[in-house]
């Protein structure tokens, strides 16, 4: 959360060479996004609500995703929550990074193209597809068929 906060304080003072705000990481990576900072800066958002909402209760302490009176927001909070929308719909427990990998699978059943799966996802190398993705019987049977009608022709219809 803190790198979170020091990043928006540093991109809403400008952006790199092209435009693009750097994400502080480890010194070997290059990631970057653009203009998230002033975007969050610029337009009204569902914070200013709650900021209007806490009055003085309200610390701001330029977190991006912070409780409704601007505190950090605990990291138990996403588990707590992800289990009970688990419970209430019905499904096995399970991970919130399982579902990663459900999405990241269902968006290969859907055949969504790869470079599309690695923004959404994002992948920064098509070995995270392998990583995430997993190979369904739905996802056989296509290629069997696929396969099947290449070598041999379609199938014969009685």
């Known amino acids: 959360m803190r790198q979170i906060a020091r990043f928006l304080s540093r991109s809403a003072t400008g952006a790199g060479r092209d435009g693009r705000d750097e994400v502080p990481c480890r010194a070997s990576c290059r990631r970057s996004t653009v203009g998230v900072g002033r975007a969050a800066q610029a337009s009204p958002t569902e914070q200013d609500t709650e900021r209007a909402t806490a009055a003085q209760l309200w610390r701001d302490a330029g977190y991006l995703f912070a409780t409704p009176t601007g505190e950090p927001i605990n990291p138990s909070t996403d588990y707590h929550q992800w289990k009970r929308l ?69 199938p014969e219809v009685d």
Do not use: F
């Open 86 to 154: 688990l419970a209430r719909a019905g499904l096995r427990d399970g991970r919130l990074h399982d579902a990663r990998h459900t999405a990241a699978t269902v968006l290969l059943i859907l055949g969504v193209p790869e470079r599309a799966v690695m923004g959404l996802m994002g992948w920064s190398t098509t070995a995270m597809a392998a990583r995430y993705q997993h190979i369904t019987n739905t996802v056989r049977d296509d290629v069997a068929k696929r396969v099947g009608g290449l070598i041999w022709g379609p």
